[in-house]
């Protein structure tokens, strides 16, 4: 009951996804300190507060390990906001892709849905769901942008941009 200051976040939020075959686990660090560990392939973790800042290093190294980096991004993360850092790539190619989320209330009945290709040998892909054509040509390693679909049971069909098979 006196006066008060509102004072803006100075934290943001990260999640990963180890999407690299024939790499094991590994830790992501932001500049050099350890944030998630342990995310084995295929592991997609939940979000995990932590500083932000520009310019902020985002490393994949080997579980338990602080050098070699495998593969780094630079991002800007901004305070109160969403992002996702993955790992895609054969072990002779990795490379560590930054996305910022959009973590905003759906319109009503709605959902917000993102795609991302992060396949390492494969092409561009379409994606149809409950709408035909929902993303076309999604190359490796990007995102979509995000979807506005209606909540509900849908099956997403991926097929080659190319050549058409599913």
């Known amino acids: 009951k006196g006066p008060a200051n509102l004072q803006n976040s100075k934290l943001a939020q990260v999640k990963t996804l180890q999407a690299a075959p024939q790499t094991g686990g590994v830790d992501l660090l932001q500049n050099t300190v350890p944030i998630i560990t342990n995310e084995t392939y295929s592991g997609f973790g939940g979000y995990v507060t932590v ?11 080997d579980t ?7 593969a ?16 895609t790539g054969f072990p002779s190619a990795l490379q560590a892709v930054y996305l910022a989320d959009l973590n905003v209330v759906a319109p009503p009945n709605g959902v ?4 991302v290709n992060a396949s390492p040998n494969a092409g561009p892909v379409n994606i149809d769901g409950a709408t035909p054509a929902l993303v076309t040509g999604l190359a490796s390693p990007t995102a979509s942008g995000y979807v506005n679909m209606t909540q509900g049971a849908v099956t997403f069909t991926f097929t080659d941009a190319t050549t058409g098979a599913t």
């Open 112 to 115: 917000l849905v993102r795609f």
């Open 51 to 61: 500083p932000a800042g520009t310019a902020q290093v985002m490393s994949f190294v």
């Open 64 to 70: 338990g390990t602080a050098t070699p980096t495998l």
């Open 72 to 87: 780094s991004v630079t991002a800007t993360l901004a305070p109160g906001t969403d992002q996702t850092v993955f790992l």
